[in-house]
């Protein structure tokens, strides 16, 4: 009897998308959203808190950087592991830490208390970006992968931004505990949903060596393939050098490509994390109530929710680091045009939208682009070694604001700063050489 050989790589690119496939973006976009109100949240409750604590700016800054260094640590614990034992398992442990510690927020008596949950928060928010990366990556057809990964990546954008119509909602009446308390509920009430329908990926399980029998169901179960009793699986990837994948990264082939990628999110991370971060702050201290600034600082949020998927068609049709490029040096000349206007201007709030519209449409084209640069045995590494170290921005963007703000510097200082990281993540992504790329693609 002749075996069958199937190629998963080639079967999901030849097919169209399943429903299955749907509700696996679905899902996907439904975590990242909840992972977006995690992360925004504290943005929208430092005025709230430090007033209650009678703490400064400057001391609220640690609690805003718990969760980033969390986050950049569950980020580069979580892709080594996902490698070994799978991407599934990781996810819906990452989903379960990061909604209970979240929840706990809510309980915190002092900022020392406060600095320790959101850091335990963040080492489950950073374990579940780039596990759902990677798993949708895994199954969707490269002809639209940058599209729809933008997609499920304006589920975080989303969510940024409904957090702070929430909080404006929430706060006056409630307080700031209240918001805490729905911000952890959302992700463990839908928890069960996610045990039940979401798959390991069938990509790994080849990768792996599991049995023929488990990837074939898995495979039927996504993608509706009728697969033939006795068929072997295989994935057309390039050899991986070496069995640590960390090491992979930067050996001859990847590193050049690998190092551009964590310049680019380091740099793009520091921008949107200080304006998201400290922006309802600025405002309110213009002499505007929080619920305006809330409602302003979610405009950067929606801005880049249509950027995302602006930025993810172009990359589905154009070199792709070039477009991530563009929207990077739009997005410092929008940051500038930030700076140089009043909070009590009329072109204020365009801005604000104009430059979320390019600087997180711009990273969220880098979650997008990161996955099809590695092949399977070292993905998720990849991914989520680029996730972690760019994490480093956020922290440095979240601790910078609350500094810059302690010694005096102005409102559109502050702001127009961030053009420089915004021009220098723009060079780095497109100093990536197209030909290294091509040599990589998953």
Not at 168 to 197: D, K, N, Q, S, T
Request: proline share 4%.
């Amino acid at each position: 009897m002749t075996t069958q050989r199937l190629d998963i790589r080639a079967q999901i690119n030849e097919r169209k998308m399943t429903g299955y496939q749907w509700l696996l973006l679905v899902l996907c976009f439904m975590i990242v959203a909840t992972d977006g109100i995690d992360v925004a949240i504290m943005g929208f409750l430092a005025p709230g808190i430090t007033k209650e604590w009678g703490i400064s700016k400057a001391a609220f800054g640690v609690v805003m950087s718990a969760a980033p260094i969390g986050l950049a640590l569950g980020a580069l614990l979580v892709g080594p592991m996902s490698d070994r034992f799978g991407r599934k398992k990781l996810l819906l442990g990452s989903v379960f830490l990061f909604g209970v510690f979240n929840l706990l927020c809510a309980f915190a008596e002092n900022t020392t208390q406060l600095s320790l949950l959101r850091f335990l928060t963040g080492l489950g928010l950073g374990a579940a970006m780039p596990s759902t990366t990677t798993l949708l990556s895994e199954y969707v057809p490269e002809r639209s992968r940058s599209m729809l990964l933008a997609t499920m990546f304006t589920g975080f954008n989303l969510g940024s931004a409904l957090v702070g119509f929430g909080a404006a909602a929430i706060l006056p009446e409630h307080g700031w505990r209240a918001v805490l308390i729905v911000g952890g509920a959302i992700p463990l009430v839908c928890l069960p949903l996610y045990i039940l329908l979401i798959p390991e990926s069938a990509r790994f399980l080849v990768a792996r060596n599991a049995s023929p029998d488990r990837i074939a169901r898995t495979l039927r179960r996504v993608v509706g393939s009728e697969i033939a009793t006795g068929t072997t699986f295989t994935i057309s990837e390039p050899a991986v050098p070496g069995k640590q994948p960390v090491r992979t990264l930067l050996s001859t082939g990847y590193r050049g490509m690998t190092l551009a990628l964590w310049a680019t999110y380091f740099m793009g991370l520091l921008v949107i994390y200080l304006l998201s971060g400290w922006l309802p702050t600025l405002i309110k201290d213009a002499g505007l109530p929080i619920e305006r600034a809330a409602n302003l600082t979610a405009l950067f949020q929606l801005g880049g929710t249509v950027g995302a998927l602006v930025v993810g068609y172009c990359m589905d049709r154009f070199a792709p680091h070039r477009v991530i490029g563009v929207a990077y040096v739009t997005g410092a000349v929008f940051i500038v045009l930030l700076a140089s206007g009043s909070v009590m201007s009329s072109m204020f709030a365009a801005y604000v939208l104009l430059a979320g519209f390019c600087m997180s449409g711009a990273q969220t084209g880098l979650n997008a682009f990161a996955p099809q640069c590695y092949p399977t045995l070292v993905r998720a590494t990849g991914v989520s070694w680029m996730l972690g170290i760019g994490r480093f921005g956020s922290i440095t963007g979240s601790m910078a604001g609350g500094l810059l703000l302690s010694i005096g510097w102005s409102f559109s200082a502050v702001i127009a700063i961030l053009a420089i990281p915004a021009t220098v993540a723009a060079i780095s992504i497109v100093s990536t050489k197209r030909a290294q790329l091509r040599a990589v693609t998953a």
